[in-house]
């Protein structure tokens, strides 16, 4: 398996289930209530639109969606372990810390 597969399959795993990374979102997408966020956090698990426009790297780590009348944009981050600096080699769990953030478009 290639690093960038497993890179994708890591980001993957933490869009769809919030496994494997911390998730955090921004104050304006909490400002929405907990309804909103969670039709968020669900249309975000399912978003599958990737293409060479917004994955270059085929690392499925940045998404942009519409949930209401909001667009949105999901980002993953790789970080060592101490959240200090990035990771060494994203493809390794074991030296990684994978944060996904939700934000309003307007907040990126």
Known sequence: MTATVRIRALNDDLRRNLSGGL??????VAALGPEFVQRAIN????FDDFHNGNDPYKEHDLGILNVDDHQLIFKICYYDKSLTSHSPDPSDPTVTERVI???LAEEY
């Not at 998730?23 to 304006?28: F, I, L, R, S």
């Open 23 to 28: 998730a955090v979102m921004t104050p304006g």
């Open 43 to 46: 249309s975000m698990a399912a």
């Open 101 to 103: 953030t939700l934000m």
